[in-house]
Every structure is written in structure tokens, then in C-alpha cells.
């Protein structure tokens, strides 16, 4: 649901607004916020924090609709605005522009026009944010990001309105690369790294063809996180595709001998997400932790080259779509009790 934000002193706007936006209100594609003022306006924008689009007036008492996009230039940069006014002169036009307007719609209001100005600008700012986003979670901030947007993810904007923690229903998997060390050790630092990085794009493939994203490289190993829909089928389907297609893999034959193998652990439920690291730094991951991340990462260390191992809860979860082994009893580091673990063959 898109919610909006309209600065109008005319109290007739909102009555218009409700009537004609009624469907989708109706049907929470879109919620409504009024303000009669610029001042006012800001109030909201505090009280509301998930407002997503700003249509104002220009003239207006206390706080006019120019002086209101400056403000939300300076502490509301994610948020686009569109301009609904009678003052449809170009100066007006041109000033909005320069102050930050996205859009300039004239009075009396074409609700149609208007319409489809909400929409195109509430796709705009949708772009945005999952660009944001994506930048965010794949840990390439410093890369090829101009100035603009490295103050913006300064911002406490950027942290409360993109990055919010949450809770939320996950799979995690630990996928680690067995006994790489031997070949750290005996090759050349070049070769080791070139090596490794083949060997993660196999995995990363079959990861983001399951619909999982990589949490962070953890030396020779991968953490990938699975949300939505079915997310420990999914998971398990890219760990056995990761199994099989680093099994296909040639022997290296030079000062060692090393055949690639993996051993993985999974595990589902709730995790906590959210911006972890040091704020005086300015170094924070977007990542998961909790109770069923470490648990996963100790079901990979109780796996031997080659097994995808589980724990009983999963396992019950899944055991009607996937072929598993029963491999026994296990004690997982700073589990108090043994926990019955299972191999997932296919």
C-alpha cells in the first residue's frame, strides 16, 4: 500500500481526493494523509514515517509549498513530490524544478492526469528504494556510488525507512568448501584466490536461481539466506544443486592434490534482520543472526565432505518432498541437549 502525503489549505482538495481515489483506497493501494500547510506537513512527516509520496500546494499560510520542498530536501531525501497548484506558470514551474519537485500537476486538477502522475512517480520511488536496497545487501556501498547517495545512506532516513529491523521467517545455509586450506597453503596466493572465487560463482548461481541471496563470504564458505514462499524447499534445492554441480568439478593436480567438496547445513525459522556493525566505523552489514544461524552453521560442521545435514525440526518440515538419512545423534556447541540430525540425499 503506497501512502501519501497532501499539503492543500483547501479543504474541498480532500474531500475530491476521497471521492475519487475511493476504489483504491477501498482496496489499500493507497492511504491518505492531509496536512493543511507546510509546517503541518513536516508534523505528519514525523508521525508518519512510511509516507512514500508528497502532493502540495504552493501557496499556502504559514509554510508555502516551495519553502516545504527545500525542507524535504534537507531531511526527507528518499521522498519525490508533485507540485498541485493553480500557479502553472513557468517561474513556478521552473522553481518547483529546481527545489526538488518530481512532477507539476495545474488547478483545476485533471484527476485523471493526476493519477497517472501518482502512479509513474510512485514506480520512480520504488526504483529507488530497491536500488538502495540492493546495494545495501550486496555489500557494495563504496563502489561506483556518487556523492548523493552516500550522503543519503548517512542519513537516519535511510536506516529507519529502507533498513528496518525486523523479525522474519528464513532459511540459512552454510555452505563450506572442505579442507581448502590445503591448497591455501601450498599455491600462490593469485591462483588460490581465482580458484576460490570459481568455486563461489558455481555456488552463487545455484543460490539466486532458488530465489536466495548471499548473506557474506565467510573465508571459504557462504552464508545464503532464503525468505518467502516454500524458502526451505528452496534452500535445499540450491544446496543439492550446489552439491552436485561442485562435484562435477575437475581435480586440481599441481603442488596438491584437491578435489572440491562441500559440506552444508540449513536451518529455518524466525531471525532477526537488520544493520549490524559499527555505526563509528560507518561499517554495517544487512544481515541475519540469531539461534537458527548458528544452529546452521554448527549442522554444517557436524557434516562430512559431500552431506547436506538438517536438524529433526527441518527434517519433519520437508521429509515428504525430499529423500533424507538419518545420521544419529549429535551435540552442537552450546546446545544443552543432543539433537538428532539427517542427511538430505535428493
Known amino acids: 500500500m503506497a501512502k501519501i502525503l497532501v499539503v492543500d489549505d483547501e479543504a474541498d482538495l480532500e474531500i475530491l481526493i476521497k471521492q475519487k481515489f475511493r476504489k483504491k483506497i477501498r482496496e489499500n493501494l ?55 497548484s493553480a500557479y502553472g506558470d513557468m517561474e513556478n514551474i521552473r522553481t518547483a524544478m529546481n527545489r526538488g519537485a518530481f512532477d507539476f500537476v495545474t ?4 484527476f485523471n492526469d493526476l493519477e ?52 522474519v521467517e528464513a532459511s540459512v545455509a552454510f555452505i563450506d568448501i572442505c579442507s581448502f586450506t590445503a591448497i591455501s597453503e601450498n599455491e600462490k596466493p593469485d591462483d588460490v584466490v581465482k580458484l576460490l572465487n570459481s568455486y563461489f560463482d558455481v555456488m552463487v548461481k545455484e543460490i539466486i536461481n532458488q530465489g536466495g541471496f548471499v548473506d557474506k ?31 562435477k568439478l ?14 552444508i547445513g540449513v536451518n529455518s525459522g524466525e531471525l532477526v534482520s537488520g544493520n549490524i556493525g559499527s555505526v563509528s566505523l560507518k561499517r554495517l552489514d544487512y544481515t541475519v543472526i540469531g539461534d537458527v544461524v ?17 536438524n529433526e ?27 538428532v540430525i539427517y542427511e538430505v540425499l535428493e
Open 313 to 339: 525440526k527441518s527434517y519433519h518440515k520437508v521429509k515428504e518432498s525430499f529423500k533424507c538419512q538419518k545420521v544419529g545423534e549429535v551435540r552442537l556447541k552450546n546446545k544443552a541437549n543432543p539433537e
Open 30 to 84: 493507497y492511504e491518505f494523509v492531509f496536512a493543511e500547510n507546510g509546517r503541518s506537513a513536516l508534523e505528519k512527516l514525523e508521525e508518519h514515517t512510511d509516507i512514500d509520496l508528497v502532493l502540495s500546494d504552493i501557496n499556502m499560510p504559514e509554510m508555502d509549498g516551495l519553502t516545504l520542498l527545500n525542507r524535504l530536501n534537507e531531511k526527507h531525501s528518499l521522498l519525490k513530490s508533485v507540485i498541485v
Open 217 to 247: 563470504f565467510i573465508g571459504d564458505a557462504i552464508m545464503a539466506v532464503f525468505r518467502g514462499d516454500y524458502h526451505l524447499d528452496r534452500a535445499l534445492d540450491a544446496c543439492i544443486a550446489v552439491k552436485n554441480e561442485i562435484a
Open 116 to 167: 497517472l502522475t501518482i502512479e509513474k512517480t510512485l514506480k520512480h520511488v520504488n526504483q529507488l528504494r530497491e536500488t538502495l536496497k540492493a546495494i545495501k545487501e550486496n555489500n557494495i556501498l563504496k563502489m561506483y556510488v556518487d556523492e548523493t547517495v552516500l550522503n543519503f545512506m548517512d542519513t537516519r532516513e535511510y536506516e529507519s525507512s529502507i533498513m528496518k529491523n525486523e523479525t
Open 107 to 110: 488547478k483545476p486538477v485533471d
Open 294 to 310: 548458528n544452529t546452521a552453521q554448527r549442522l554444517q560442521s557436524a557434516g562430512g565432505p559431500g552431506q547436506l545435514i538438517i
Open 250 to 263: 575437475p581435480e586440481v593436480d599441481d603442488h596438491v592434490k584437491f578435489r572440491p567438496k562441500v559440506s
